[in-house]
């Protein structure tokens, strides 16, 4: 506005300047036309007559002249406004002759001019000074709209945020009411400054922090109050059984936040979730993940709980905590052959037995497949525990009946008690080596834990962690053992036999490592090997001229009869090597093909059409009668070397003959005979041994007696040879 003011004022003053100037030169229009008309008074024209002035231009000049000159002569100096005042009332007074002289006029004009051209100037300057302040009171004037504007918009948008707060305010207020979580704040003074209409369900309408603490159970008011007070875990929860206005308990998740400091909160801020239905969800999740879905009983995640309460029983009184495996013999191929659905049945079924047949106090869990568990404390004597597995494997006697199903199960049971404080992992290792040894000794069977089963138990882990890691082409080689005639001794065959020489275990006995590597499930990896240098072998011999009668025979493992492929991987070994197939022969033991299934006699059958010859080993060692044999397809019988020793020796305590005829080995001869199947006896080391089984009838003997089992260079029985055997594997 100033700027403006200062605008109009240099306005004016421009106006009264430009004015002043134009009165100026007035003056000097006026004096030149007076002085011109007194000069021209009595001057003749050429043509003889006087020159004058217009009679109205000379009334306006002399009016001008004795006019008010202070606005034309406000620029000059005091004194030259004076001199010029003086010649002008001269001039208006007397005319011409008053100025007559040049310097006068010269000296009127001049001041005249100055007075007219400085009042210009200062007309321009203040013209100038104008424009400057309109331009300054314009950007003024811009400055001050937008300062208002912006003002304007500051205050509009401090009121859209004033709103726009109350709005938030009110939603978050609508929000916090309608969240299920209650939230409270709680001032130093002990009252409740702010609660969400969810603490409805728990407070009355003027409700105190006395109310809210007395919600909880007075056992565990104490904790609330640490929780609330001083002693809480700022940010950290705690649960608390509270107890609603209907009446209902429920359980509250409660969380505390210091906010004192805050000047919109000034208190502590309790939050408070129910999680009754998630606490019960998570408990019913953990009964779950701790009980079998399949038979009801406790699985192995219930184990560590059931032997802590054990320790517990242990800990008051005497004894010690028992522990009991109970697994269930060949129950896979229950599985394979019955399929999943029946094994479910039975092992339900299995499941309601043994809990029957065992006390409250002695709980059953199922620790996964076929395998079960029973925990037993305080066990103060062994034969507690001997007592309960008795129980236990006599409850599965029974046969299975499962719609036309019938099956009955075999049972091993292996057990330990310890009686100083232990952890499950030891407990389930000693008692996991008794069940290994009860298997081990055929099964069906109660074994307890003994300390030199920990021996054997680190043999079978050494052996099996070497078998892993062996490299067959150098540890393993094969030695061949002769088969001759019982009446002229000329040799029929030979049996390939496994020798394993291991780097870190030395040499080791078939005997000892071939229950381990089945164990391991490597046999089938044995076995292969074993059949490709059988082949390599018999090649090299049938080159050499081997006598075209001479067989080879080599024994296979249940697991690799259990597989598809191994049919295929028989007839490839003998294609690539290019050797007759009937030079071979397949022993598989009793055992295998009593407990067969369809599977396993259709794989024989096609060994035998492609041209291999079966033999049935170790006979005399199971349970195999004459029925069984006759749905087995078999071309060779081969009498176990302890139904040959236990014979002599009932012989020789009945005061027999020893080399006379068997009547036991006659009827298997007959069986034989009627088989088609020709015998072998194997064990046999003496000429005593010799003559009865030739006297039985016996067809074929194998033992150190007729030659001990040896590399193939070094067989010095005559086989047809035409050159020493080659050296076709590495023996280390």
């Not at 009042?119 to 811009?142: G, H, K, N, P, Y």
């Not at 260079?713 to 050296?727: C, F, N, V, Y």
Request: charged share 25%.
């Amino acid at each position: 506005m100033a700027a403006l003011m200062m605008a109009a004022f240099f306005v004016l003053e421009a106006l009264e300047e430009r004015s002043a100037a134009a009165a100026a030169n007035e003056l000097r229009v006026a004096s030149l036309t007076l002085t011109s008309s007194d000069h021209m008074e009595g001057t003749e024209s050429t043509e003889g007559m006087s020159l004058q002035l217009p009679t109205a231009d000379l009334e306006l000049a002399i009016k001008t002249l004795q006019g008010n000159h202070d606005e034309a002569l406000h620029s000059l100096r005091t004194d030259e406004r004076a001199r010029v005042l003086i010649l002008l009332d001269d001039l208006a007074e007397k005319g011409h002759s008053a100025v007559h002289t040049q310097s006068a006029h010269t000296d009127l004009h001049r001041l005249l001019t100055k007075a007219a051209s400085e009042s210009a100037i200062d007309a321009d300057e203040a013209e100038w000074r104008a424009a400057l302040a309109t331009v300054t009171a314009i950007t003024a004037l811009a400055c001050a709209a937008w300062a208002l504007v912006r003002d304007r918009s500051r205050a509009e948008k401090r009121s859209i945020a004033s709103a726009s707060e109350i709005a938030l305010g009110q939603r978050l207020e609508t929000l916090l009411n309608d969240l299920p979580d209650m939230v409270l704040v709680f001032a130093d003074s002990g009252l409740i400054t702010y609660r969400s209409r969810s603490t409805d369900q728990l407070l009355s309408g003027d409700a105190t922090a006395e109310e809210f603490y007395d919600l909880v159970d007075e056992s565990e008011r104490p904790a609330l109050l640490r929780h609330l007070g001083n002693e809480f875990d700022s940010g950290g929860t705690e649960t608390f059984a509270v107890r609603r206005l209907d009446g209902t308990v429920v359980s509250l998740e409660v969380r505390v936040t210091d906010l004192s400091d805050d000047e919109f909160v000034s208190g502590h801020l309790v939050t408070a979730r129910d999680v009754t239905a998630e606490l019960g969800l998570r408990a019913e999740l953990q009964r779950q993940a701790s009980v079998d879905v399949l038979t009801g009983l406790p699985n192995r995640r219930a184990l560590d709980p059931v032997l802590d309460a054990a320790h517990a029983l242990v800990a008051a009184g005497d004894g010690g905590i028992g522990l009991l495996l109970i697994d269930f013999d060949g129950f896979k191929e229950v599985n394979d052959t019955l399929g999943h659905l029946i094994g479910d049945q039975m092992l339900r079924e299995a499941a309601g037995r043994m809990k029957a047949a065992l006390r409250a106090d002695e709980p059953l869990l199922r620790l996964g497949g076929d395998e079960f568990a029973v925990v037993l404390a305080p066990v103060t004597d062994e034969s507690i525990l001997d007592c309960v597995a008795s129980r236990l494997r006599d409850a599965m006697q029974a046969p299975f009946d499962i719609g036309e199903v019938s099956e009955r199960i075999r049972t091993s049971l292996g057990g330990v008690v310890l009686r100083e404080s232990t952890i499950a992992d030891e407990l389930l290792a000693k008692a996991d080596i008794a069940l290994y040894e009860a298997k081990a000794r055929g099964g069906d069977q109660i074994v307890l834990f003994e300390p030199s089963m920990e021996h054997q138990a680190a043999v079978v882990v050494n052996t099996s962690r070497a078998l892993r890691v062996a490299d067959f082409d150098r540890e393993f080689n094969l030695v061949f053992q002769p088969i001759v005639d019982t009446i002229s001794g000329e040799p029929v065959g030979l049996e390939a036999l496994l020798r394993w020489h291991s780097p870190t275990l030395g040499h080791v006995s078939p005997g000892d490592f071939i229950p381990i590597a089945e164990q391991a499930r490597l046999m089938g990896r044995v076995g292969q090997w074993v059949l490709e240098r059988v082949c390599r072998q018999v090649a090299v011999w049938e080159a050499q001229g081997l006598n075209e009668d001479i067989t080879v025979s080599f024994n296979v493992s249940a697991q690799q009869l259990e597989d598809d492929n191994f049919v295929d991987s028989v007839f490839a070994a003998i294609e690539s090597s290019g050797i007759t197939p009937r030079r071979l022969v397949i022993e598989v033991t009793e055992s295998m093909v009593v407990d067969h299934d369809g599977a396993i006699i259709e794989r024989l059958e096609r060994l035998r059409d492609g041209g291999l010859k079966i033999s049935i080993d170790d006979f005399g060692s199971g349970y195999s009668n004459l029925g069984q044999l006759l749905s087995v397809p078999l071309d060779i019988i081969k009498i176990d070397r302890d139904l040959l020793l236990r014979l002599g020796s009932m012989r020789e305590a009945a005061g027999g003959d020893p080399s006379g005829p068997c009547a036991i080995m006659e009827a298997i001869v007959s069986i034989s005979r009627m088989l088609n199947a020709p015998v072998i006896c194997e064990g046999v080391e003496t000429d005593v041994q010799r003559m009865s089984l030739q006297n039985s009838g016996v067809t074929y003997l194998q033992g150190y007696l007729t030659g001990r089992p040896v590399p193939p260079d070094e067989l010095s029985i005559d086989l047809g040879l035409q050159k020493p055997a080659e050296h076709v594997v590495s023996y280390a």
